[in-house]
């Protein structure tokens, strides 16, 4: 079981809270967890966990698939309507190129990498799925259905 930085509950110091390019660096003061679980030792980044087991074909889950992309899938499959908006990606000459990620209206996940030059740009994503990963550009939602 893994325990994250980004639960700021539990009081860690040094912790770049898994969103960095690096793991965690120092990330001490993690409690155990329950009784007779196992201890709270280790932050995994979603992109770097693969499923293994049994093909799921009804959930688009495969053997071997990263979980990003596995949770991806299931979310595809759970949401019944999907509403895709236009989103605006706009970096300033004083800004460094933005990466987002987020989910299509196919239900794909997407990236999109932004530079001062290339700004701005548009997208068309599943509702509230744009997410930055990086850069220092703005994602504004135009609200049009795309």
Known sequence: MSCGCNDTSLGLVNCNDGCADCPPTNAVGLPDCPPSAEKCESIILADCVKYVGPNLPSLSIVNGMRLKTALVALNFKLTGTMTAKTYTITVSSTQS??????????????????????SPQTICAQENSPVKISGSGVISAAGAVC
Request: aromatic share 4%; glycine share 4%.
């Open 97 to 118: 190129t933005t990466l987002v990620e987020y989910i299509a209206k196919d239900g794909s996940l997407q990236t999109k990498s932004v530079s001062k030059d290339q």
